[in-house]
C-alpha cells in the first residue's frame, strides 16, 4: 500500500504509525515460527500487543479533542513498552535469535520514540490552547 506523503491527512500518514504497521508485520512474521504451544499464550500476546500500537493511533488521530488523542497515544505508547518486554521474553526463551530480538528491538524504540513525539506535540498543542 502506498501510504500519504507531505501533509498529515489520515492516521496513514503519521511517521508513528507507518513504523508501527512495519512492526506489525515483522511480529507476526516472527512469531509463526514459534512453537505451536505457545499459539494461544505469547504468540496471541504479542500479536494483540502489537496491532493494539497502531490500532491506538489511528483512534487517537481521530479524536477531536487534544485530551483524548494523548490518552489513545499513551495507551500505544504503553503498547510498545509491553511488547518490548515479551520480546525480552521471547528472546530468552529461546525463540527468536539475538539479531531477530536486536532488529525488532530497533524498530519499537523508533515507535516508541516517534509516539513521545506525538504525544508532546498533543500536549504541547494542549498548553497553548
Same mark, same amino acid.
Given at each position: &500500500?502506498?501510504?500519504? /506523503? ?6 496513514? @500518514? ?11 508485520? #515483522? ?5 509463526? @515460527?514459534?512453537?505451536?504451544? /505457545?499459539?494461544?499464550?505469547?504468540? #496471541?500476546? &504479542? ?7 497502531? !490500532?491506538?493511533?489511528? /483512534?487517537?488521530? #481521530?479524536?477531536? !479533542?487534544?485530551? @483524548? $488523542? ?16 515479551? &520480546?525480552?521474553?521471547?528472546? @530468552? ?6 539479531? $531477530?530480538?536486536? /532488529?525488532? &528491538? ?17 500536549? !504541547?498543542?494542549?498548553?497553548? !490552547?
Amino acid at each position: &500500500m502506498n501510504y500519504g /506523503e507531505g501533509k498529515i491527512q489520515t492516521f496513514f @500518514d503519521l511517521n508513528a504509525w507507518k513504523e508501527g504497521h512495519q512492526l506489525v508485520l #515483522s511480529i507476526y512474521k516472527t512469531t509463526g @515460527d514459534f512453537p505451536r504451544e /505457545e499459539l494461544f499464550g505469547l504468540v #496471541s500476546q &504479542m500479536r494483540r500487543c502489537v496491532v493494539s500500537i497502531t !490500532s491506538n493511533l489511528a /483512534e487517537g488521530f #481521530s479524536r477531536n !479533542s487534544f485530551k @483524548d $488523542k494523548l490518552q489513545f497515544y499513551a495507551i500505544a505508547l504503553g503498547s510498545v513498552t509491553e511488547l518490548q518486554n515479551q &520480546m525480552l521474553i521471547s528472546k @530468552d526463551l529461546g525463540f527468536i535469535s539475538e539479531e $531477530k530480538y536486536n /532488529e525488532i &528491538m530497533q524498530r519499537s524504540i523508533t515507535v516508541h520514540k516517534l509516539i513521545n513525539g506525538l504525544i508532546k506535540k498533543s500536549k !504541547s498543542i494542549i498548553h497553548t !490552547s
